[in-house]
């Protein structure tokens, strides 16, 4: 016996569609992708367009709409609520700058972050620092989240495959970042979220991405409860 509602698990893999394409997507294309006929992919955006989780240009593409930043708003202070002990933990285990970064647009954006308790020399990866999404660890980590495309560089095609992303020096020179995808249902669509550490060249990689990819494990758990 299905267990899944067939019109809801359309809706919510529509929304998924309009958030992999930044540039839109038309109803033709969604129907395509979702293998169903335009009237059916047509009565789905209505139906999410009153919802105010997708809008519609004059010009005809689909992208999301306001709503999903409402309920992205909703999930952070959730998220940090489970996570904030699990990246202290991280923080500790791997004496580097602890964080998670959500995707903003076309930038990675760090919304919370712990320090190691010794006085080590610490990297200014802050709260609301923000960078492009195809530089540094934790944009790679989110973009190889997504599902693989043709213009993919090979950095991203590498965090793919391994499940992390490491970076030397691409945002301040000497710092080494370490990130990894949260990988749970509740994050998609409207929040892509990372976790890593960020230190400078005497931080020992191999830890780093035991703990890292072990954490995200963990909050994708908790995340997902």
Same mark, same amino acid.
């Given at each position: 016996? /299905?267990?899944t509602l067939q019109t809801l698990?359309?809706?919510? $893999? /529509?929304?998924?569609?309009?958030?992999e394409h930044a540039e839109g997507v038309t109803i033709a294309e969604l129907a395509e992708q979702l293998a169903v006929h335009r009237a059916i992919a047509y009565r789905i955006v209505t139906t999410l367009e009153g919802r105010g989780l997708i809008t519609r240009t004059r010009e005809g593409p689909v992208r #999301?709409?306001?709503?999903?930043?409402? %309920?992205?708003?909703?999930?952070?202070?959730? %998220? $940090?609520?489970v996570a904030q002990p699990l990246l202290q933990r991280l923080a500790r285990a791997t004496r580097a700058t602890a964080f998670i970064s959500v995707a903003q647009g076309d930038e990675c954006v760090v919304i919370m972050e712990a320090e190691p308790e010794e006085g080590l020399l610490r990297v200014g990866y802050r709260v609301g620092s923000r960078h492009p #999404?195809? $530089?540094?660890a934790a944009g790679i980590a989110i973009l190889a989240a997504r599902p693989p495309q043709p213009d993919d560089d090979e950095a991203v095609r590498q965090a793919r495959t391994e499940g992390f992303s490491l970076t030397r020096g691409q945002l301040q020179r000497g710092a080494v970042g370490v990130a990894s995808a949260i990988a749970s249902p509740q994050v998609r669509?409207?929040?892509e979220a990372c976790v890593g550490v960020v230190a400078m060249d005497d931080l020992d990689t191999d830890t780093a991405i035991r703990e890292v990819m072990d954490h995200a494990g963990q909050l994708a758990d908790l995340i997902g409860q």
């Open positions: 016996m /299905a267990t698990d359309r809706g919510l $893999r /529509a929304l998924e569609i309009v958030a #999301l709409g306001a709503g999903i930043s409402l %309920l992205a708003s909703r999930f952070e202070p959730q %998220l $940090r609520g #999404l195809k $530089r540094g669509p409207g929040v």
